[in-house]
């Protein structure tokens, strides 16, 4: 399986930004989806997560992202996306996509065995 995160970019804060991770390659009767980011210096953590129908999602319990990231899908188009909006500097990161095979949410990276080579987001104040 390949992941291609794309839609990174530098912004100014309060800006809006749409990340688009593409699937191809191996195919799963259906997977789950996961977006993590990587801050300059620390460890990768949970963004969001969405099921292989959409119709569950799952946001990291955080109050510096809660609100504001939305988890989208296009099973036609094999794409996952990551709405940002109201960016703020600490939302600067190197931004992953990774899936695993089943309908299950989870939030660990161990438990996500394909991962993309991520998407850098830079906000400036």
């Known amino acids: 399986v390949q992941l291609q995160a794309s839609g990174g970019g530098l912004v100014q804060a309060g800006d809006s930004l749409r990340l688009s991770c593409a699937a191809s390659g191996r195919t799963f009767g259906s997977y789950a989806v996961g977006w993590f980011r990587q801050a300059p210096g620390k460890e990768r953590v949970f963004v969001a997560a969405i099921s292989w129908s959409g119709a569950s999602t799952y946001y990291a319990d955080s109050h510096s992202m809660k609100g504001r990231f939305t988890i989208s899908r296009d099973n036609a188009k094999d794409t996952i996306y990551l709405q940002m909006s109201t960016l703020k500097p600490e939302d600067t990161a190197i931004y992953y996509c990774?899936?695993?095979?089943?309908?299950?949410?989870?939030?660990?990276?161990?438990?996500?065995?394909?991962w993309g080579q991520g998407t850098l987001v830079t906000v400036s104040s």
């Open positions: 990774a899936i695993r095979e089943g309908t299950y949410l989870y939030t660990t990276t161990e438990s996500y065995p394909w």
